[in-house]
Each structure stands twice: as structure tokens, then as C-alpha cells.
């Protein structure tokens, strides 16, 4: 295996993916990737990189969040570090901000620049793609959609999030949880469902998603009990529409045999031989 895939490989094997479906890469950890043996170092690079984020009128806090982690010393003394979870956006600043001499910046670049163009294809390149790789870029598409949206919940006073969350399943899918979906789909424990959709229900779930971030912004939802009647309204309507168009309901649409997560396994394996 040459360099970059090597270096592809240590890049995709630091990504973490929260419960919400949404990937992130932790500061310490690309440090070390990026061959910086001084965080202090690293950090001056990662503060280069918030200011150009800022600088492109983007929010920095969305994409560079801090947050604090227990390290344990030689001695066994656990001391409080400082990390940052980032988007593959604020890595991709961070790869142009660093040391250009180091041949593992330049593999980043390369790296974060080709991923983020993937999920940034025009209608005509999209028609070309198979099923599973449809399936692939929706189900980042809603990733993302579903961190837009849990930032507007947040600011709308959304604090029980799976209880909101189920709202707007509970919209579409015509009473069904996520806990019921997963179980219908025949998925084992804490599978996430995303990964088990087709194309079509992960666009259905998008436009559910991306409704109903502009609904709780547009009507300055400040209120739980609001948000979560939102979501459900707006996950029942999309299903009305579908009706009214003569579509399949979600519920009927198929489920992949091979879930996302098994098809990036199977991708991995592929690259390693």
C-alpha cells in the first residue's frame, strides 16, 4: 500500500461518529497523525485555522468544539487535557494551515478536500451513481442535517433530543419510534438506522429534517412542547404528501441487505489487499 493510502486509512480509522449520526475527528488524535509531537504546536495551528474560519463568516463553534479529557501521567496521575472535537470541515483547515513541509499535511489536504467534494455533486453526477452509493451520500447529507437541526432545537429549548427526535418519526412513519423502526428492520442493538435505509426513505427523512430546522428558525420556536408538535407535524405532513403523490410509505419502502456500516468494512478490507 503506498503513502496516501496508508494515510487515508489513519484518517478514517480516528473518525468517530456521535449518536446522533453525525462524524468527528478529535484534535489530539489527528495531532498524532499529522506527525506534531508538541501540542502546543498543533494548537497554534488549530487557532490559524478557527481565525479562517471566522474570517470565511462561518461559525467557528460549530466546527471546533472544545472539550476537556482525562489523561494519565507516568505515574498514574490523571490531569485534565484540553481536545476539540472537529468537523471533517474544520480538519480540512487545519491540513491547509499546517506545516506544508511535512508530506502527511499534503495527504490531508488532498484527503479532506476529495471527501468534502464527494458530498458536493451536481443532479447530473448524482443520476450516475449506484443505489448503495446514493444511499452513502444522503445518509451524510442527513448526518449533517441532523446536526443543523439539533442546534435550532437546542436554541428552540429542546432538551430531552430522543423525545424529539421520535417526534418527527412519529410523523412520518405514522406512530413508529426509532426504537420500532429499528426493531421492524430486523437490526441489532445501537445498529443505527440511518445506515439500514434506501436511498428514497433517507431522502424522505432530509426533507423531514431540513423542514423542520426552517420551521423552529422561521417561527422562533422557544419552547420543548412546541419544537416536539413541530417535528411531528412536519414528519406527518411529508407523509401526506407522499400519499397524496401516490408514493410508498416509508414503513414499505425495502431495507438494504447490506447496511452502510458493513459496506465500509468490506470497502476497508478492499483497500488493505
Same mark, same amino acid.
Given at each position: 500500500m503506498d503513502d496516501i493510502?496508508?494515510?487515508?486509512?489513519?484518517?478514517?480509522? /480516528?473518525?468517530?461518529?456521535?449518536?446522533?449520526?453525525? %462524524?468527528?475527528?478529535?484534535?489530539? %488524535?489527528?495531532?498524532?497523525?499529522?506527525?506534531?509531537? %508538541?501540542? @502546543?504546536?498543533?494548537?497554534? =495551528? /488549530?487557532?490559524?485555522?478557527?481565525?479562517?474560519?471566522?474570517?470565511?463568516? /462561518?461559525?467557528?463553534?460549530?466546527?471546533? =468544539?472544545? =472539550?476537556?479529557?482525562?489523561?494519565? @501521567?507516568?505515574?498514574?496521575?490523571?490531569?485534565?487535557?484540553?481536545?476539540?472535537?472537529?468537523? &471533517?470541515?474544520a480538519c480540512y483547515l487545519i491540513a491547509q494551515n499546517g506545516d506544508s513541509r511535512k508530506k502527511v499535511i499534503a495527504l490531508a489536504q488532498t484527503y479532506f478536500a476529495v471527501q468534502t467534494r464527494k458530498q458536493e455533486i451536481s443532479e447530473k453526477e448524482y443520476s450516475l451513481l449506484t443505489e448503495d452509493e446514493k444511499r452513502f451520500y444522503q445518509r451524510d447529507l442527513t448526518r449533517k442535517g441532523n446536526y443543523s437541526l439539533n442546534q435550532a432545537a437546542k436554541n428552540a429549548g429542546v432538551k430531552n433530543f430522543d423525545k424529539f427526535h421520535n417526534s418527527g418519526y412519529k410523523g412520518l412513519y405514522n406512530g413508529e419510534t426509532a426504537d420500532d423502526i429499528a426493531k421492524r428492520k430486523g437490526l441489532r442493538y445501537r445498529e443505527y438506522i440511518l445506515d439500514n435505509m434506501g436511498s428514497d426513505e433517507l431522502?424522505?427523512?432530509?426533507? &423531514?429534517?431540513?423542514?423542520?430546522?426552517?420551521?423552529?428558525?422561521?417561527?422562533?420556536?422557544?419552547?420543548?412542547? %412546541?419544537?416536539?408538535?413541530?417535528?411531528?407535524? /412536519?414528519?406527518?405532513?411529508? @407523509?401526506? =404528501?407522499i400519499a397524496k403523490n401516490g408514493g410508498t410509505m416509508p414503513e414499505d419502502l425495502p431495507t438494504p441487505q447490506k447496511s452502510l456500516k458493513q459496506l465500509e468494512k468490506e470497502n476497508k478490507k478492499s483497500l488493505q489487499k
Open positions: 493510502g496508508k494515510n487515508n486509512k489513519s484518517f478514517e480509522d /480516528i473518525k468517530h461518529i456521535d449518536k446522533n449520526g453525525i %462524524e468527528f475527528w478529535y484534535a489530539r %488524535e489527528l495531532q498524532t497523525v499529522l506527525n506534531y509531537k %508538541e501540542w @502546543r504546536k498543533f494548537e497554534n =495551528v /488549530i487557532n490559524k485555522a478557527k481565525e479562517a474560519c471566522k474570517n470565511s463568516d /462561518i461559525s467557528e463553534f460549530e466546527h471546533f =468544539v472544545d =472539550v476537556d479529557k482525562l489523561s494519565k @501521567r507516568a505515574n498514574n496521575a490523571e490531569v485534565i487535557i484540553k481536545d476539540y472535537k472537529l468537523t &471533517r470541515y431522502i424522505a427523512n432530509l426533507f &423531514r429534517i431540513s423542514q423542520t430546522e426552517q420551521k423552529l428558525k422561521k417561527d422562533n420556536i422557544q419552547s420543548e412542547k %412546541e419544537a416536539n408538535k413541530t417535528h411531528y407535524n /412536519i414528519g406527518k405532513n411529508i @407523509r401526506e =404528501v
